[in-house]
Structures are given as structure tokens and as C-alpha cells.
């Protein structure tokens, strides 16, 4: 196995190999890159495709050898055909552009790597890993042999000391106790021993003692025999002597007397006998006693010697089993001893089998690290020396690169401006399109809701309904009123069975535009009690378009986000009695004016009024409760006070295009209108006639606005109302507008549906074609007449260039081409 760093084998790589073939013709391992730095001018580049040459910019120098440059000449038509395809390498966007950069990069990366592997080799070994590891090879053989030879060492000594009690054995300890008790006991036995012969040596002196008695006594009883003999034939004599003096009378007398002084003498040799017989017989049992206790004496000595005898009997067997324990427990330790010697020496046998088999592989991989070696040796001299010659090659192929990609990205710059034409030219289009769509569908929309009939209505004929639909066309409406059916054609009818998802779809378009940049209005008309709120607000449940198109703006914008970067702020504000609110603001009750920007370019603003910007479903309902917690706390009866008022809810969506720096910005206005029922006529006075008069004038100027854009005319007159002069950038030019008309149904109802409908069908008319407009105003005059006419039909050419445009806030009105001017 012969290790290798794969940050060596520059060579391997396809690309590579093709740059080192140049300088490496007579190498011997084929398998092996080695690559030599030969003249960067002798190199051709990569390449993939056939006939895809390039050289390093034509500098065919004559270095190195004959096989040099032999490959060099090989390598000479190609790098010809190179030469004469190289325009298709600068081409933008060319795989070999591509290709060349990877190249450009991986060689770069190649370099660091060889660098830092240089570096290394030459810190930490100042030879290459095989070296390293041969070293480690050979060091760690030398340790091997050294832990074969102590092996033996071991082996020999534990062959050549059997008996060498083993210290660390289990038996050990009590061995050595048992060593303790047996010297102990031994000890004693020497000791028993002592006693035994002193003993023995007492009772040799008592037995020698009592021979001695003995003798004496014998001597003595022998003596007084002898005595007593001596003394019993004198009285034999003595009585003889008597008998034969008896036997001669006188003499006998004095015989007698002398026998008689005879015989005194002898009594008292006899009693002196007797006394000394009595004094040796007392001396005898005397000596008897002492022989006696001499006896007991002797019998307790020998008792003890007995019982001496039998305890160093005891003793000896005890010594003896101990010994035969000891004996029992050496050969066992001896066995253990010499099971463990066999063992260690069958472990030292494989190991030195298994080191002299390691030394062998160690041997053999020596053998073969070699001339591998020598390989990675001569790749490492190789790679160092393309290494030196690399950075050379590397700038070179950098600047060509460079000059490629500079080329290309010069190309790329000028198909990116081309592209973003366009893409404006497109977008305009699109723009245009839209704007064409929503025109043709008319730019002044009239839809009519019918609210279902309520509680409120009340009960009996009154509360009938008086409103009828078409099955077949839902532009159509019938009212019957008293007792004449009249019928209107509108954009769209809802009927009560409509919901406000319906009625929003309908709008979704135009709140789509507003993003686009076009000013929407929204207005609900109709009298009080017919659903405008309903329809604008709706209920918290089942909220109404304000909310609904918040919703989508929302929505619209962060499907666009990717692109586009909105903020959307909202105003809100109120027109009563021709004055307009903030209801947005810290005082409500302050009068706003609409004035003209002091920048003199004709557009309107209103100083003070309050803008919020709003991210969130959230943020509208905070903005919308704010809202109408001011409307409340202002008005005592709200109800009253909102049907005889203008509510404005104003969105601004402003746009930026990331990519082209475009910047749109487009105005969506949700107007709940005042009450459009006809007080004035009903003989209304004070306040109420005030409020009446005022509604009327801003629902005429309405009306009237819409009908000079109808007619085109030059003067178109925003001025007549706060209302349309607020909402006048919204209006005019490119704007949408779709008027809601909300419609009671019942019985009781029928002059101001009648009324309403009449004015949607005159404001729908508007923007429908000279011919078709003409149709339509005969076909409505030929029904019923307009109580209300327009204020200013007089045309007035020319006027409306300048006052039309203008702006209510931050809005620009007019054409949505003049809004689409890139800000850079
Ligand atoms: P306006 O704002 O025109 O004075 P409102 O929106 O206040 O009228 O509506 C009057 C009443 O009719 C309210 O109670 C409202 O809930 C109800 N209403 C209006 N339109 C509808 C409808 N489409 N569906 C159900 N109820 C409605
Ligand atoms: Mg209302």
C-alpha cells in the first residue's frame, strides 16, 4: 500500500495533465503525474472540444529537451488552428469562456494547495510522508527488537530461577504465615525440647538421689539387721549365762548380782540400742516419707513429661501436617509458577512470531516504499519546479481570461441595456394594454347593489319589494315605480343574494391597477339606509372592499417583492358641510385646506394630513378603529352625522423597480358618499337644510366632473366641491372609477332608487364612445327626466392641459408613462 496525497496528483486532472504534457515526455511512470516545467510558451491550454486550442499568447521559446520539443512541434498545428479559432473563444456566454474560468479558478486553487503543501513538507519533514513514514517504520522496528530481546532476557531468568517464590502470587501471604507458625512452632518444639532434658536431668538427679536413699537405707536396715543379730545373740548369751548361774546357788547369788550389774549395764546398752533403733526407724520413715514424696514426685514428673511428651507429639504432628501444607501448597504455587511461565512463554512465542512477521511486512513494505519513494520524490521535484514555473502560466492565463471576460461582460452589458428597452417597452405595453382593457371596459364603471329588504324596512305595503332582476342579463334592473316598470342597464347588478366577496371581485381589477401606478376611485352613492357603508365598510366578519383591497394590495405586493419594493400609507378623512377632517389626526375638529404645491408645479396637497404607513391586516384595523373612535367622540349620533358626510379612506402604494429603479406611484381613494336623498326638497330648514345643500352641491359637482371628462371638455370643474377637488388627480387623465350605487328595494323607496339609478346610468354613459354615448343618454332621456343637470357643460378647450393635473397629496396625476420614469 503506498500512501499519497491526492493534492499530488496535479497530474491526474485532465486539464492539467494536458498543461504538463509538454515538459514530460521522458518520464518513466505513466500512471504517475510528474509533470515538468517546461517553457510556459510550449503548453497548449485545455481544452474539451477537437480543433479547441490556445496557446500561452504564441512564446515558443527553445527550452528544454530533444523530447520537448518534439512535443512541442506535435503540439504546433494545433495550437495553429488554435490561433485561427480563437475569436470563438471570446465569444460571451462560450463553454470554453466558462470553461476557462473554472479552469483559471481551479488552477489558482491547485497553486494554494501546492504552495501550502510545500511549505509543510519542507517546515515538518524536510522530506516527503514516505520518508516520514519509513522512519517511523524503522524506529518503530528498533523498538520491536528491543521488546523481543528484553522478552527473552525474561524468559531466560524465569527458566534459570524456578524456585523464586512469586511475590506477587496469591499463596504468597499465607505461605509466608504458614513460614511464621512453622519457625513459631519449631521455636517452641527447641524450647519443649529445653524443658524435656532439664526435666530429664532433674529426674536423673532425683532417680540418683533416691539409688542413694535406697543404698543408705539398705545400709541402715542392713546394720540394724546386724544390730539387732548381735543384740539378740548377747541376750541369748546373757539369758544362758543366767540359767547356768541359777543352776549354782551362793555363787549363784552373786553371779547373780554381778549378772544383775552385769545385766543393768547391758539393759542400758539395750535401751541405748533401743533408742538408736528407735532413732533410725525414725529416720527410716523418715527417709520413707521423703522416698514417698520423691515418688509422687516423680510420678508428677513423669505426668508431665507425658504431657510434655504428648503436646510435642501433638506439636510434631501439627509441625508435620503444616509442613506437608506447606509442601502441598509450594507445588501448587510451583505449578501456578510454571503454568504462568508457560503461558508467558507461548505469548512471548506469538508475539515474536507476530513481530518477526510485522518486521517482515515491515521489510517487504520498505522494499516497496522504494522505488515509490523515489517516485513521489521525483513528482515532488517535479511540482516544484511547475510550481516556480506555475505563477507565470497563471498570469497569463488571468490576463487572457480577463481580457475575455471584460470582453464578455462589455457584451453582456450591452444585451443587459437592450434587454431592460425591453423590458420598459414591454412593460409599457403591458401597461398600455391594461389601460386599453380597462378603458374599453370604460374608465368610469357603474355597478348597482341591492341591499335585501331588513327589519327596518318595517311591515306591510310600503316594505314591499319594488326591485326585479334579469335572469338572463345581470346588467339589467327593474323597478317598478308607482305602479310604471322601469328598467336600467348598468356595467353590473347585485342582487341581495350577493355577497361582498362578489362585489369586491368586480373591483379586484382596479386595485390591481392602482399597484401599476393608475389612480382609482371608489365611490358608494346612494340614499341613506341603501348599504354604501355596508358595501365600503362591511362588518367585522364580513368586511367590505376598504379592507378587502388593503388585503390584496397587501398580497399583490409581496408576490411582487421579489421585485418591487411598495409602501403603502393610508389617509383618512371626511368632507362635512364643505369642510374637510383629518379623521387620522390628533384634532379632528381642525379644518384641512387643500392647497397647490408652493413648488409651482401644479399639484395639490393638504397640509397636515395625517398619513399611515400599514404592512399588516392588522395595521388597516388599528388605523381603521383609530379612525372611528374620532368620528365617535366628535359626533354625538354618528349614524346621523356619517350619512350626512363624505368619508375618504385614501391608499398610496409606492413602488420601486429594484432591478430598473423604476418608480410608480399609484392613488386608490374608497369614498363612502353622504346620503343622496333629496332633503332640500322635502322643505328641510336650519342645519339640516345647511347639510342638504351642501350634499347636493358636492354630489352636483360630481356629477358635473364626470360629465365634462365625458364630454372631453377643456375646463372640467374640480373646483366646485371639496370633494372633487380633492379627489380631482384621481379623476382625470389615466384614472379609474367605479361608483357603486347602492339601491333600497322596497316599495317606499322607489323615487330615490329611481333617482340613483337615473344618475349611475348618466355617469356610466360617460366614457362609451361619441355614437354609442349619444344612444344612451336618448334612450334614458325618453324614460324619465334628470331633475339634476350638470352646473358646467359649456366646452372650454384647451384649459384642462393645465388644471387637471396636479396631485391631492404625494401622488403624481396624469399618465402613467410620464410616472414610469426610471429615477437614476
Ligand atoms: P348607508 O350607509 O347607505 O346609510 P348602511 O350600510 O348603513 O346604509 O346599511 C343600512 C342597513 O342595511 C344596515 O343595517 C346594513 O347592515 C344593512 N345592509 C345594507 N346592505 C346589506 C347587504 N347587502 N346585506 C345585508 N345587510 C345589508
Ligand atoms: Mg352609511
Excluded at 319594488?466 to 347585485?494: M, N, Q, R, Y
Excluded at 385646506?593 to 413648488?599: G, T
Amino acid at each position: 500500500m503506498v500512501p499519497s496525497r491526492r493534492t499530488w496528483n496535479l497530474g491526474a486532472t485532465p486539464s492539467l495533465r494536458g498543461l504538463w504534457r509538454g515538459g514530460r515526455a521522458g518520464e518513466p511512470e505513466p500512471g504517475m503525474a510528474r509533470p515538468a516545467p517546461a517553457s510556459p510558451a510550449a503548453r497548449p491550454f485545455p481544452h474539451t472540444g477537437p480543433g479547441r486550442l490556445r496557446t500561452g499568447r504564441g512564446r515558443d521559446s527553445p527550452a528544454g529537451g530533444d523530447e520537448d520539443s518534439s512535443t512541442r512541434s506535435a503540439a504546433r498545428p494545433a495550437l495553429a488552428q488554435c490561433r485561427a479559432l480563437s475569436v470563438d473563444w471570446a465569444s460571451p456566454g462560450s463553454p470554453h469562456r466558462l470553461y476557462l474560468t473554472l479552469q483559471v479558478e481551479h488552477l489558482k486553487q491547485k497553486l494554494i494547495s501546492q504552495a501550502q503543501e510545500v511549505s509543510r513538507l519542507r517546515s515538518e519533514l524536510g522530506g516527503t510522508d514516505l520518508e516520514k513514514h519509513r522512519d517511523l517504520l524503522i524506529v518503530e522496528n528498533e523498538r520491536l527488537r528491543q521488546e523481543m530481546r528484553r522478552c527473552e532476557a525474561e524468559l531466560q531468568e524465569m527458566r534459570a530461577k524456578p524456585a523464586v517464590p512469586c511475590t506477587g502470587c496469591e499463596h504468597s501471604q499465607e505461605s509466608a504465615q504458614l513460614r511464621d507458625k512453622l519457625s513459631q512452632l519449631q521455636l517452641e518444639v527447641a524450647e519443649n525440647k529445653g524443658l524435656l532434658s532439664e526435666l530429664n536431668l532433674e529426674v536423673q538427679q532425683k532417680t540418683d538421689r533416691l539409688a542413694e536413699v535406697e543404698l543408705r537405707l539398705k545400709d541402715c536396715l542392713a546394720e540394724k539387721a546386724q544390730e539387732e543379730e548381735r543384740l539378740s545373740r548377747r541376750l541369748r548369751d546373757s539369758h544362758e549365762t543366767i540359767a547356768s548361774l541359777r543352776a549354782q546357788s551362793p555363787p549363784v547369788k552373786y553371779v547373780m548380782k554381778t549378772v544383775e550389774v552385769e545385766s543393768s549395764k547391758t539393759k542400758q546398752a539395750l535401751s541405748e540400742s533401743q533408742a538408736r533403733n528407735q532413732h533410725l526407724q525414725e529416720q527410716v520413715a523418715m527417709q520413707r516419707q521423703v522416698l514417698k514424696e520423691m515418688e509422687q514426685q516423680l510420678q508428677s514428673s513423669h505426668q508431665l513429661t507425658a504431657q510434655l511428651r504428648a503436646q510435642i507429639t501433638m506439636y510434631e504432628l501439627e509441625l508435620e501436617r503444616a509442613h506437608g501444607q506447606m509442601l502441598e501448597e509450594m507445588q501448587s504455587l510451583e505449578e501456578d509458577k510454571n503454568r504462568a511461565i508457560e503461558e508467558a512463554f507461548a505469548r512471548a512465542q506469538v508475539e515474536m512470531k507476530a513481530v518477526h512477521e510485522n518486521l517482515a511486512g515491515v521489510r517487504t513494505n520498505l522494499l516497496t516504499l522504494q522505488p515509490a519513494l523515489r517516485t513521489l520524490t521525483n513528482d515532488y521535484n517535479g511540482l516544484k519546479r511547475q510550481v516556480r514555473g506555475f505563477p507565470l502560466l497563471l498570469q497569463e492565463a488571468l490576463k487572457s481570461v480577463k481580457a475575455e471576460i471584460g470582453q464578455a461582460i462589455d457584451e453582456v452589458n450591452s444585451n443587459n441595456q437592450e434587454l431592460l428597452r425591453k423590458y420598459r417597452r414591454e412593460l409599457q405595453l403591458r401597461k398600455k394594454c391594461h389601460n386599453e382593457l380597462v378603458r374599453l371596459k370604460g374608465n368610469i364603471r357603474v355597478i348597482a347593489r341591492v341591499r335585501p329588504v331588513t327589519k327596518e324596512d318595517g311591515e306591510g305595503p310600503e316594505a314591499t319589494n319594488a326591485v326585479t332582476f334579469d335572469p338572463d342579463d345581470d346588467s339589467i334592473i327593474h323597478l317598478l315605480h308607482k305602479g310604471k316598470p322601469v328598467s336600467f342597464e348598468l356595467d353590473k347588478v347585485f342582487s341581495p343574494k350577493a355577497s361582498q366577496q362578489d362585489v369586491f371581485q368586480e373591483v379586484q381589477a382596479l386595485i390591481t391597477s392602482c399597484i401599476d401606478g393608475f389612480n382609482v376611485c371608489i365611490f358608494a352613492y346612494g340614499q341613506t339606509g341603501a348599504g354604501k357603508t355596508y358595501t365600503m365598510e362591511g362588518t367585522l366578519e364580513n368586511p367590505g372592499i376598504n379592507q378587502r383591497a388593503l388585503q390584496l394590495l397587501f398580497s399583490e405586493v409581496q408576490e411582487k417583492a421579489s421585485d418591487w419594493e411598495y409602501t403603502i400609507t393610508v389617509s383618512a378623512a371626511e368632507i362635512y358641510n364643505e369642510v374637510l377632517r383629518d379623521l387620522l389626526g390628533q384634532e379632528p375638529q381642525e379644518k384641512l385646506e387643500i392647497r397647490l404645491c408652493p413648488d409651482g408645479s401644479g399639484q395639490l396637497y393638504v397640509p397636515g394630513l395625517t398619513e399611515f404607513q400599514v404592512q399588516s391586516v392588522e395595521d388597516i384595523n388599528k388605523v381603521f378603529e383609530f379612525g372611528h373612535t374620532n368620528r365617535t367622540t366628535e359626533f354625538t349620533n354618528l349614524n346621523e352625522h356619517s350619512s350626512r358626510s363624505h368619508a375618504l379612506l385614501i391608499v398610496t402604494v409606492h413602488g420601486v423597480d429594484g432591478s430598473t429603479g423604476l418608480r410608480t406611484t399609484g392613488k386608490l381613494n374608497l369614498v363612502d358618499l353622504a346620503g343622496s336623498e333629496r332633503v332640500g326638497k322635502s322643505g328641510a330648514e336650519g342645519s339640516r337644510l345647511r347639510e342638504a345643500q351642501h350634499i347636493n352641491k358636492s354630489l352636483s359637482a360630481l356629477g358635473d366632473v364626470i360629465a365634462a371628462l365625458r364630454s372631453r371638455q377643456g375646463h372640467v370643474p374640480f373646483r366646485n366641491s371639496k370633494l372633487t377637488y380633492l379627489l380631482q388627480d384621481s379623476l382625470s387623465g389615466d384614472s379609474k372609477t367605479l361608483m357603486v350605487v347602492q339601491v333600497s328595494p322596497v316599495e317606499k323607496n322607489t323615487s330615490e332608487t329611481l333617482y340613483s339609478l337615473k344618475f349611475a346610468e348618466r355617469v356610466r354613459s360617460v366614457e362609451l364612445g361619441p355614437g354609442s354615448r349619444r344612444a344612451e343618454l336618448a334612450s334614458w332621456s325618453s324614460q324619465e327626466h334628470l331633475e339634476w343637470e350638470p352646473a358646467c357643460q359649456t366646452p372650454q378647450p384647451s384649459a384642462r392641459a393645465h388644471s387637471a393635473p396636479g396631485s391631492g397629496t404625494t401622488s403624481r396625476p396624469g399618465s402613467i408613462r410620464r410616472k414610469l420614469q426610471p429615477s437614476a
